[in-house]
């Protein structure tokens, strides 16, 4: 067990719905970064929050956001959902630059 | 920004036999460098990693060799077994852009 808790494990959702996924960090780190990873485009880098704000954005879509909350825990919101944003979304943690990053076990989002 | 390339994209071996996984990153500013294993339904986990300070870095069965003026390192996991079986993620971090890039993946399977 990594010690990150991602919610929920499964979202089956329609075409031009909204979603959150969340993601609690493990005790004492202040880094979490979001990861999609899809078949074929392996473990794609989202964006990095580091103690609430916001450190490093990747190849994040417009229609994606994030955030961090005072307790670290942080949440992705996903909208105007399209058929190919179907993939796993993980969240990671870690105590800080360089450090580790330790994983959940994803939030698997079908669109249909 | 960072590119990683991973090779091979799939790997089987006999029990026992050795297996040796390869990775080249293009930021010469990345300093950190882990390997991960991801099995099914599951969020990769950290085995082994190595900075760039140190050449060779090893964990009982398993290793990881770092040529900087290459730019590529390796993984090494000797005596295979079933339980190896899995997909195997390097990965480099670039201080300068603040993530973790990762490689495509190689599909290791261990004949019993």
């Known amino acids: 067990d990594s010690g990150v808790t991602q919610t929920p494990k499964h979202l089956i959702t329609a075409t031009g719905q909204r979603v959150t996924l969340r993601c609690s960090p493990r005790?004492?780190?202040?880094?979490v970064y979001w990861y999609q990873q899809s078949l074929d485009q392996g473990l794609q880098f989202l964006i990095h929050?580091?103690?609430?704000?916001?450190?490093a954005k990747g190849n994040i879509l417009e229609r994606f956001s994030a955030q961090q909350f005072p307790d670290l825990h942080s949440e992705l919101n996903l909208s105007s959902l399209e058929l190919g944003d179907s993939a796993l979304y993980f969240c990671?943690?870690?105590?800080?630059?360089?450090?580790?990053?330790?994983f959940g076990n994803g939030t698997r989002l079908t669109v249909t | 920004g960072e590119n990683v390339e991973q090779h091979p994209s799939t790997l089987s071996v006999q029990e026992g036999d050795s297996a040796v996984i390869k990775c080249t990153y293009s930021?010469?500013?990345?300093?950190?460098f882990p390997w991960y294993k991801q099995e099914l339904g599951k969020g990769p986990q950290l085995i082994i990693d190595?900075?760039?300070?140190?050449g060779e870095k090893k964990d009982q069965r398993i290793a990881v060799t770092l040529n900087k003026t290459a730019k590529h390192f390796s993984l090494h996991i000797t005596e295979t077994q079933p339980e190896d079986s899995a997909v195997y993620f390097c990965?480099?971090?670039?201080?300068?852009?603040?993530?973790?890039?990762f490689g495509s993946g190689t599909q290791l399977t261990v004949l019993p």
């Open positions: 990965a480099a971090y670039s201080g300068s852009a603040r993530q973790l890039t």
């Open positions: 005790s004492g780190d202040l880094s």
């Open positions: 929050y580091y103690n609430g704000e916001e450190r």
């Open positions: 930021d010469s500013a990345s300093n950190y």
């Open positions: 190595i900075r760039s300070n140190v």
């Open positions: 990671a943690s870690s105590g800080g630059p360089d450090s580790p990053l330790h």
